[in-house]
């Protein structure tokens, strides 16, 4: 790009080329106020606050809107300039209330800061006209005193531009001119996603959080920039803290995942970090009741019954469950724990609920079990294929870089059996029979190759195993394809047409693919059909698993798997074991552990002993929790590590009370890879203690020396041992943006994967046939039931449901019928029903939808009183032990009473 040399205020300046005035005003130290103008949006020149002279223009110019040209002269401060400002504060003024000693923005407001910097103490404009709205409270989330707009339309900008979702707009004209949605309906019939950004954007006190209204003003809080707990984007934002208590969630234009937008979640989904319900004190149950206990009566209990254990029945009668909300840290530790001061590779943890199968399937594949392309990288794409993902509510951040590369020009196909909203944009939607995505995988990729659309010269390259494997697609023709899966044999042609035509195509899946008897199968499809068309190892293209929790990649990463070591390296591989044997200075286990359903299953025979749970929650999340309430139960010996009295919980030997995200340091690896900085903003909750002092303290009881004095020397433990995270380090990642493989301290990290080879050598394509769900319907159990998440609530609902604004919104659970079912079934919008399967049954309310195919039902799994999770079945994917959440058999009866709301 080049410089362009002008002159700024009677001085020479240079600037980049295409940059508009206020740009090369900034980049050389002026400052030109703004109202309407924000970097992240399109300027439109609209406050006129921001005027500037330039020599040679009859009229002052907007310095947001104008480019600067070689050789201008312009002048921000002239008086003319400054009149001109003025004049527009004044204007607004006239208009807005007064009341800055008690507004909340008070501090953050630019009306406020323009009108001191300038000296606009009051308007001369005093018998003209006031606003005279009311102040909308039609939501838990944020307040509506458009008293206080100012008319910048960076709201409505923000809702249009960042989150795709034009949900309010100007209306009127003249003085009556205001933002509003349509018909004046309230946010919540606008079909509103209570994002905040729009808040976020706001210059003046117009929108304001509710939560934060009152519990401070903005001199009053600190500021601390962390990363989301919440689901597998890694945004970061600032969290504002008075009195050790976080108060409110900022956006922090400067993350690099997500800039200012954020979720409903992350921005207000925080309300747990301060809840009265946090365990702040150890907990030992005697005679069936909980005590409270002091530390070391804990601790000596915990290491006490363990040590009893394992020497009574083996180390491999102890097992252990790690955390995907933990830190990398964290996980690391623990995983060295069960090896080396237990002795077993009984360690897991909630990725084998959720992407276990993409760990085995692309690793089987590529040599790397891991999203290929970065999230921004996305938004590069000319075709994008989302299945087994409704993207929107699981991964709100990632769909905006889709919803921003279809607004660009790409093509959208959505294969899904749900109507997701992203179907809305799609350039065409699939809707295949649930636990059928072999077949209509094989389909498409039969259509590829007959037609000669593969990339003949990349799998000669770079590929094998690609004959036998076209053998085994040739018989899924569209028809055979279309008897399987309910996809229309056109329909399936013009898809892998339209995916096989572009230069740059990529494929995102979640785990509507991974979470099956097949779902290793899937993966290595998805694999099979990036290979078999070159869309591997470039911009725009590459197989791209979304994690579903915020460290579910890092705790994969660290180790907290039965089969391998930190960095996949596996426990069967005699010289890795060596590695990590002189490096803990302890002998280790060669065979692999059991794996979650597997310890739950060694738990109700009898084989599993004891059970020390980190931050996990199986009596939620788990499939089948009446098995999982028996093998927890027939348990010698029970501890759990965690910041809520949970299910699980409530079933132990010994409770220790842990901290939030919030209260730690350390970090957490996004589902692209990305490794980033948690950091504390407030102290301990009571007397609970970050995770890894208290692994340390057990280990330490039981004979094993693990000391550190802060997580950094961990992360440096892990890097000694760890090739893909060799040369990370707290002070790397600080001032860089790493994503692994970072092998060394000089190497900048690997955004795109398998850019010249693939990480094993050569893409091994596999013949890959279908086969059918472990469990069919019947005339008893006729509908087909899938689980799954949803925008508002998050894994076991142990955070967001203790945050008010979020469980006052969606405050229960409840299941999707199509319309077509519910009139069958005498069932009506907003009634209750009883849902069975061969496992148990619960009540739920209705939800008559569209969103399901006729004949299947949906749940979210997020809500104890009525688990979803009591319905489903452990039947397990044979090679990554995952099991098929989202295929088993139920049946629904109407119920007359409503379920009672489980009062958190």
């Known amino acids: 790009m080049s410089e362009i040399k002008f002159s700024l205020n009677g001085k020479s300046a240079i600037a980049d080329e295409g940059m508009t005035i206020l740009e090369a005003a900034k980049a050389n130290g002026v400052s030109v106020p703004h109202l309407c103008h924000a970097s992240y949006l ?194 970061q934002f600032d969290l504002s803290v008075k009195n050790n208590t976080v108060v409110k969630v900022g956006s922090n234009k400067k993350a690099p995942v997500n800039g200012i937008a954020l979720c409903v979640k992350g921005r207000f989904g925080y309300g747990f970090i301060n809840s009265p319900d946090r365990l702040t004190t150890p907990m030992i149950k005697k005679e069936g009741k909980f005590q409270k206990a002091t530390w070391d009566e804990a601790l000596d209990t915990v290491a006490e019954n363990l040590s009893k254990i394992k020497k009574q029945y083996g ?108 179907c809305d944009i799609a350039e065409m939607h699939l809707r295949q029979k649930p636990g059928t995505d072999v077949a209509w995988l094989n389909g498409f990729m039969n259509v590829i190759i007959e037609e000669g659309l593969w990339n003949r010269e990349f799998i000669e390259s770079r590929c094998e195993g690609f004959e036998e494997f076209a053998k085994t697609v040739k018989k899924y023709t569209p028809k055979y394809a279309e008897k399987i899966t309910g996809i229309p044999a056109e329909s399936l042609k013009r898809a892998a047409r339209i995916y096989a035509g572009a ?131 027939n348990l010698e010996f029970l501890v759990v590590q965690d910041i809520f009295m949970t299910e699980t919980a409530e079933l132990a030997d010994v409770v220790l009370p842990a901290v939030s995200f919030a209260e730690k340091d350390g970090t957490f690896t996004n589902t692209e890879r990305r490794i980033q900085r948690v950091r504390r903003a407030i102290s301990p909750m009571g007397e609970s203690r970050q995770d890894w002092e208290i692994i340390c303290d057990v280990s330490q009881r039981l004979g094993y020396e693990m000391r550190y004095s802060m997580p950094g020397e961990i992360m440096n433990e892990v890097a000694s041992v760890t090739p893909i995270y060799g040369g990370v380090s707290f002070k790397k990642i600080e001032a860089e943006n790493i994503c692994w493989p970072c092998p060394d301290k000089e190497h900048p990290g690997t955004p795109i994967l398998h850019t010249k080879q693939f990480t094993r050598g050569k893409g091994l394509f596999h013949s890959v046939e279908y086969r059918d769900p472990h469990e069919m319907t019947d005339e008893q159990y006729p509908l087909i039931l899938t689980t799954g998440r949803m925008l508002y609530h998050y894994h076991t609902g142990t955070m967001t449901r203790r945050s008010r604004p979020i469980d006052e919104h969606v405050p229960e659970a409840y299941i999707e019928i199509n319309p077509l079912d519910s009139e069958s079934m005498g069932l009506k919008d907003g009634s209750y029903c009883e849902v069975s399967s061969r496992r148990g049954s619960v009540k739920v309310k209705v939800k008559v939808s569209k969103m399901p195919l006729a004949g299947t039902v949906f749940m979210p799994f997020h809500f104890a009183e009525a688990a979803a999770n009591e319905l489903t079945i452990a039947a397990l994917d044979p090679v990554a032990k995952i099991p098929e959440l989202k295929v088993c058999a139920v049946n629904i009866n109407p119920y007359e009473e409503k379920s009672d709301k489980l009062k958190y």
């Open 503 to 633: 230069d740059r195509a990529t494929i995102i899946y979640s785990m509507g693919i991974t979470q099956h008897t097949t779902g290793t199968d899937n993966v290595l499809s998805t694999a099979n059909l990036a290979m078999l068309t070159g869309n591997i190892g470039k911009p725009g293209a590459g197989v791209n698993p979304l994690r579903g929790q915020n460290n579910v990649q890092g705790s994969c990463d660290m180790g907290a798997l039965p089969d391998v070591y930190p960095g996949y390296q596996k426990v069967t591989d005699s010289k890795a074991r060596e590695k990590f044997e002189n490096a803990w200075k302890v002998r280790l286990p060669e065979t692999p552990g059991l794996t979650v359903v597997e310890m739950m299953d060694a738990a109700a025979n009898g084989d599993l002993k004891a059970l020390y749970i980190m931050g996990e929650n199986p009596m939620v999340s788990d499939p089948n929790i009446r098995h999982v309430r028996e093998g927890l139960k």
């Open 315 to 422: 180390a491999n009668s102890i097992a252990g469950l790690a955390s995907a909300k933990c830190t990398n840290e964290e996980n690391f530790l623990f995983q060295k724990f069960m090896r080396a001061a237990i002795g077993t590779n009984n360690v897991d943890h909630c990725a084998r609920l959720c992407h276990a199968s993409t760990v085995a399937g692309l690793a089987r594949a590529f040599g790397s079990g891991a999203m290929t392309n970065t999230i921004k990288d996305i938004g590069e794409a000319d075709v994008i294929l989302v299945t087994g993902s409704n993207t929107t509510e699981t991964h709100p951040i990632i769909a905006l870089v889709i919803k921003r590369a279809v607004k660009r020009g790409a093509k959208l196909i959505v294969v899904e059996p749900r109507r997701i909203p992203l």
């Open 42 to 235: 399109a300027p439109t020149g609209a406050c006129r606050i921001c005027v500037v002279e330039v020599e040679g223009a009859r009229a002052l110019m907007p310095s947001c809107t104008v480019k600067i040209a070689p050789d201008m002269k312009v002048v921000t401060d002239s008086e003319r300039v400054l009149r001109a400002r003025r004049l527009v504060l004044d204007l607004l003024l006239s208009a807005h209330p007064l009341d800055c000693m008690t507004c909340q923005e008070a501090g953050t407001c630019k009306l406020q800061k323009y009108c001191y910097e300038m000296g606009v103490k009051e308007t001369r404009f005093k018998d003209v006209q006031k606003y005279d709205y009311p102040v909308y409270k039609d939501n838990p989330f944020y307040i509506r005193d458009y008293n206080k707009c100012i008319l910048c339309g960076r709201c409505v900008r923000t809702c249009a531009e960042i989150q795709g979702d034009h949900i309010i707009d100007f209306v009127q004209r003249g003085f009556n001119t205001m933002i509003s949605t349509p018909l004046n309906s309230s946010m919540k019939e606008a079909n509103c996603v209570f994002c905040g950004n729009c808040v976020a954007s706001c210059p003046t006190g117009a929108l304001m959080e509710k939560d934060a209204v009152g519990a401070g003003r903005e001199w009053e809080l600190s500021k601390v920039t962390t990363t989301c707990p919440y689901c597998g984007c890694g945004c």
